[in-house]
């Protein structure tokens, strides 16, 4: 834990709530400090994430905003937007827009960033590959690499390594470089009827009741919770 983390912000393992860690704590866990719930980390006008959602990191996941978003540059204007209950395992990088040298001159040198002159008529193109979004429940390997302007679906699975040029669809496992479909996790109309129950805006209470039918793949119970 580090030295100048207040004692109130981590989780208590006597905590008998009996509703799940307390997503309002950036460290929830007392006994496994290197996981931490990003949006109680990251402070930053273009990066939203969502309740519960983790990074794991034996340095400490209070550093992920410089280890795992690079090249996220305001001039640029790019935004990353993660859902809930996603879990991002150790090295995921987020590249954003401000990875790419410009293309279509006779030169990719930065000329513009050297400024001292270099930047005059350089405008920064407005046509790039636009924000990057994480759905919820996705699952990220260790050292992936999403490159900018990705939008990952809902419930999707990015294997160990992979390098993630192109939109992955809501429960979908992708793996490889560039990653490819490793197989859908469930049939179509599984998927669709996930989507619509979308258990993952459910406050923790309702998460609670209706866990057994979560992990016990009960989809009726799960349709009949979103009625109640
Ligand atoms: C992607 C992953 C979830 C797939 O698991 P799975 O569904 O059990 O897949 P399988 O092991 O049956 O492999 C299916 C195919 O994908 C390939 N594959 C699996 N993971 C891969 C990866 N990370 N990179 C490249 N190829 C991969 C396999 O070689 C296999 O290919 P084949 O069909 O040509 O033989 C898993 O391999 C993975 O990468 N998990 C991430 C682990 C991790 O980083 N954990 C961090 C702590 S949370």
Known sequence: MPADIPEQSVGQPDDVSGIGPDSALPFPLSEFPQLGFLNRLVDHPRVTIGDYSYYDDPEGPEHFLEKCVKYHFDFVGDELIIGRFCAFATGVQFIMNGANHPMD????????????????????????????V??????????????????????????????????????????????????????????????????????????TRNLSAIRGMDLEAMEQATLK
């Open 105 to 132: 001159e006779f030169s990719t040198y930065p000329f513009a960033a050297m400024g001292r002159g270099w930047e005059a008529g350089f405008e920064w193109p407005t046509d790039h590959r636009g924000n990057t």
């Open 134 to 207: 994480v759905g919820n429940d996705v699952w990220i390997g260790r050292e992936a690499m999403i490159m900018p302007g990705v939008t990952i679906g809902d419930g999707a699975i990015i294997g160990a390594r992979a390098v993630v040029t192109r939109n992955v669809p809501a429960y979908t496992i992708v793996a490889g470089n560039p990653a490819q479909i490793v197989r859908q996790r469930f049939e179509r109309d599984v998927i669709d009827r996930l989507c619509r129950i979308a258990w993952w805006n459910w406050d923790a209470e309702k998460i």
